[in-house]
């Protein structure tokens, strides 16, 4: 009896021990994390905007002529800085730490979601197997009070009506039996799916306290906290920032290009023939006529922002 109450104590599960279980493992969870971190990279590509790109080029060109062939080749390393876009890239950059932030909070609702799911599993799991044990015990005293009537029949003290009786609170309370297990069996199935594996043998569920002393606490409490109003409006800020985005593609773009390499010809092979080449570039951009694809652009981020 005591290596059995041992075991039993080893195995036992707590509802905090539940709820990590959870955090590791909920495919929920696990989801929304490799969300996070696809919005994470927005960020890094957006500051890209600022950053310089190198390439190298490489061209080889052939010409046939009536009594010659010529042919030629060069190779360049080109560097391309952006020095002004109009604003564009800082919106871009503010508008993705804002989308960020927002799945922050979408994250945080879903780990509240979960946890919710995670002591409701608990509980009802609990409460099934109370119920179980209710009638069980039921089963077992309607059980004996059937064996009861049937010997008191025999000496005439019950009538056969009497044992019917008794005998169809027996059949009721084997179907009551068996339809707790079945629910019992269906709570632990959905406490498996939500923490990850199936109850132990769970301790009762502690005292939940934090309750706001007030209701106007509690409204004070979800406005500055609610993770799904929080979410709302960091998608509303980045919303916004988009529609400067968009409004900032009307502004020039100013570009600095730095090349260097060599060309000349590639048959015959003559090092002392390639000429060295370096030059700089400053081109700068702006739009005059997009087709209206700028003041669509603009007309549709405004939209969003109204939605956000």
Same mark, same amino acid.
């Given at each position: 009896?005591?290596?059995?109450?041992?075991?039993?104590?080893?195995?036992?599960?707590?509802?905090?021990? !539940?709820?990590?279980?959870?955090?590791?493992?909920?495919?929920?969870?696990?989801?929304?994390?490799?969300?996070?971190?696809?919005?994470?990279?927005?960020?890094?590509?957006?500051?890209?905007?600022?950053?310089?790109?190198?390439?190298?080029?490489?061209?080889?060109?052939?010409?046939?002529?009536?009594?010659?062939?010529?042919?030629?080749?060069?190779?360049?390393?080109?560097?391309?800085?952006?020095?002004?876009?109009?604003?564009?890239?800082?919106?871009?950059?503010?508008?993705?730490?804002?989308?960020?932030?927002?799945?922050?909070?979408?994250?945080?609702?879903?780990?509240?979601?979960?946890?919710?799911?995670?002591?409701?599993?608990?509980?009802?799991?609990?409460?099934?197997?109370?119920?179980?044990?209710?009638?069980?015990?039921?089963?077992?005293?309607?059980?004996?009070?059937?064996?009861?009537?049937?010997?008191?029949?025999?000496?005439?003290?019950?009538?056969?009506?009497?044992?019917?009786?008794?005998?169809?609170?027996?059949?009721?309370?084997?179907?009551?039996?068996?339809?707790?297990?079945?629910?019992?069996? !269906?709570?632990?199935?959905?406490?498996?799916?939500?923490?990850?594996?199936?109850?132990?043998?769970?301790?009762?569920?502690?005292?939940?306290?934090?309750?706001?002393?007030?209701?106007?606490?509690?409204?004070?409490?979800?406005?500055?906290?609610?993770?799904?109003?929080?979410?709302?409006?960091?998608?509303?800020?980045?919303?916004?920032?988009?529609?400067?985005?968009?409004?900032?593609?009307?502004?020039?773009?100013?570009?600095?290009?730095?090349?260097?390499?060599?060309?000349?010809?590639?048959?015959?092979?003559?090092?002392?023939?390639?000429?060295?080449?370096?030059?700089?570039?400053?081109?700068?951009?702006?739009?005059?006529?997009?087709?209206?694809?700028?003041?669509?652009?603009?007309?549709?981020?405004?939209?969003?922002?109204?939605?956000?």
């Amino acid at each position: 009896m005591g290596a059995w109450a041992c075991a039993w104590a080893a195995e036992a599960e707590s509802l905090a021990d !539940a709820v990590a279980l959870a955090y590791k493992t909920n495919p929920t969870l696990l989801s929304q994390r490799a969300q996070l971190r696809v919005t994470d990279e927005t960020y890094v590509q957006a500051r890209a905007g600022y950053r310089p790109q190198v390439s190298l080029q490489a061209s080889g060109e052939r010409r046939d002529y009536v009594q010659q062939t010529a042919n030629s080749g060069s190779l360049y390393l080109v560097t391309k800085q952006p020095i002004y876009t109009g604003g564009r890239t800082a919106s871009a950059v503010s508008a993705a730490e804002a989308d960020i932030l927002a799945g922050r909070e979408t994250l945080r609702g879903a780990e509240t979601t979960v946890l919710v799911q995670v002591i409701q599993a608990y509980a009802d799991v609990l409460r099934d197997q109370q119920d179980v044990a209710i009638r069980q015990t039921s089963l077992r005293d309607l059980t004996d009070q059937l064996t009861e009537a049937q010997s008191r029949a025999k000496v005439g003290d019950l009538t056969r009506t009497d044992v019917a009786q008794s005998q169809g609170y027996l059949f009721q309370a084997k179907a009551d039996l068996a339809s707790a297990q079945a629910q019992l069996e !269906a709570s632990r199935a959905n406490y498996a799916a939500v923490v990850g594996q199936r109850p132990l043998a769970l301790e009762p569920l502690p005292v939940l306290g934090g309750m706001p002393a007030a209701l106007d606490q509690a409204f004070a409490a979800g406005e500055a906290g609610n993770s799904a109003l929080r979410a709302a409006q960091y998608a509303e800020q980045a919303a916004r920032l988009r529609t400067a985005e968009a409004r900032d593609q009307r502004l020039p773009n100013v570009t600095l290009q730095v090349q260097y390499g060599q060309s000349g010809p590639v048959s015959p092979f003559l090092p002392n023939a390639y000429a060295r080449d370096a030059g700089a570039t400053v081109t700068v951009t702006q739009p005059l006529f997009a087709g209206g694809m700028i003041d669509s652009q603009v007309r549709q981020q405004i939209q969003r922002e109204a939605a956000a």
